[in-house]
């Protein structure tokens, strides 16, 4: 689902306050109030050292899995290349998933009504390049204002490269992670100290918090204290489900799930009843806010 036009940035402080009189949830532009947001985990786009899938089965894929979020009810879908594994992280060497990149995610844009976004793992920022391509909305970033030591080597801050391609004629939303799991800090900063200046010098439209690796959840402690140290608005990005949702519906902005859906592993293909399971309590919870 494509839209042309531009958005103004930090359009995310407003809100709608909670029935509990908590603060108000900052709204994030295209995506809306506490949006639920699907990952479709692609099998192996290939490279010169593995086999990957044709194009057509990659196409199909996706479009089968984002069709089980939105029947579901979910708001948006990420498509990544999480089959990539391990990922490169020498942005220059690599044009051939950026291309089918695009063409996945455009045919998905197509098929289903949701948002749709873009991640290139590992921290590519030429999921703008796709994502525009495909006349999708959003992309996430892994590492847009830090440094950050990861298994496939250092990931670099992406938000200069980010600014460039943000003069194309249409502008992409960008949820940046910060602290991002399966990596290590590679400064003494602080976890607020990034989300800081993410919001006020890094371009970017929200924050992603994250746990230590694939599936394992932040502790709501930790996104307050981030959402408290920033106005943009802060997602939940791992470790999400059914049965904790309401730990984090208080203190997140939005919520990104993966690995929670699926049948059997990050890998395997989503599990419909999970994905309704889910989006069927967070709708309950957003219809006793006001207003909502």
């Given at each position: 689902?494509?839209?042309?036009?531009?958005?103004?940035?930090?359009?995310?402080?407003?809100?709608?306050?909670?029935?509990?009189?908590?603060?108000?949830?900052?709204?994030?532009?295209?995506?809306?109030?506490?949006?639920?947001?699907?990952?479709?985990?692609?099998?192996?786009?290939?490279?010169?050292?593995?086999?990957?899938?044709?194009?057509?089965?990659?196409?199909?894929?996706?479009?089968?899995?984002?069709?089980?979020?939105?029947?579901?009810?979910?708001?948006?879908?990420?498509?990544?290349?999480?089959?990539?594994?391990?990922?490169?992280?020498?942005?220059?060497?690599?044009?051939?998933?950026v291309a089918v990149m695009a063409?996945?995610?455009?045919?998905?844009?197509?098929?289903?009504?949701?948002?749709?976004?873009?991640?290139?793992?590992?921290?590519?920022?030429?999921?703008?390049?796709?994502?525009?391509?495909?006349?999708?909305?959003?992309?996430?970033?892994?590492?847009?204002?830090?440094?950050?030591?990861?298994?496939?080597?250092?990931?670099?801050?992406?938000?200069?490269?980010?600014?460039?391609?943000?003069?194309?004629?249409?502008?992409?939303?960008?949820?940046?992670?910060?602290?991002?799991?399966?990596?290590?800090?590679?400064?003494?900063?602080?976890?607020?100290?990034?989300?800081?200046?993410?919001?006020?010098?890094?371009?970017?439209?929200?924050?992603?918090?994250?746990?230590?690796?694939?599936?394992?959840?932040?502790?709501?402690?930790?996104?307050?204290?981030?959402?408290?140290?920033?106005?943009?608005?802060?997602?939940?990005?791992?470790?999400?489900?059914?049965?904790?949702?309401?730990?984090?519906?208080?203190?997140?902005?939005?919520?990104?799930?993966?690995?929670?859906?699926?049948?059997?592993?990050?890998?395997?293909?989503?599990?419909?009843?999970k994905a309704m399971r889910l989006?069927?309590?967070?709708?309950?919870?957003?219809?006793?806010?006001?207003?909502?």
């Amino acid at each position: 689902m494509s839209e042309s036009s531009a958005m103004p940035r930090q359009q995310g402080v407003v809100g709608v306050r909670t029935e509990d009189g908590a603060e108000p949830s900052r709204m994030i532009p295209k995506l809306g109030y506490k949006p639920l947001i699907g990952v479709v985990h692609l099998p192996p786009i290939g490279r010169g050292y593995r086999f990957g899938a044709s194009v057509e089965d990659l196409v199909d894929y996706a479009v089968a899995e984002a069709g089980k979020l939105e029947s579901a009810g979910f708001d948006a879908v990420i498509v990544e290349n999480y089959g990539d594994a391990p990922f490169e992280v020498a942005w220059d060497d690599d044009s051939l998933t950026v291309a089918v990149m695009a063409v996945v995610a455009r045919e998905v844009s197509r098929a289903v009504s949701l948002r749709v976004g873009v991640n290139i793992l590992r921290n590519d920022y030429r999921s703008l390049v796709s994502a525009y391509a495909a006349s999708a909305d959003f992309v996430r970033v892994n590492s847009v204002c830090e440094h950050r030591y990861a298994p496939e080597g250092l990931l670099r801050p992406a938000a200069p490269a980010i600014a460039s391609l943000q003069r194309l004629p249409r502008r992409l939303l960008v949820l940046a992670d910060i602290g991002v799991k399966h990596s290590w800090e590679a400064s003494a900063a602080s976890l607020d100290d990034v989300a800081v200046e993410c919001g006020e010098r890094g371009g970017v439209d929200a924050v992603i918090v994250t746990g230590g690796r694939t599936g394992m959840p932040p502790s709501p402690g930790m996104v307050a204290a981030v959402r408290s140290s920033t106005r943009l608005p802060v997602l939940v990005g791992s470790g999400l489900t059914a049965e904790n949702l309401a730990a984090y519906y208080g203190v997140a902005d939005g919520f990104i799930v993966g690995s929670y859906l699926k049948m059997s592993g990050t890998a395997s293909p989503i599990n419909p009843e999970k994905a309704m399971r889910l989006a069927s309590k967070l709708r309950e919870m957003r219809s006793r806010d006001s207003g909502v």
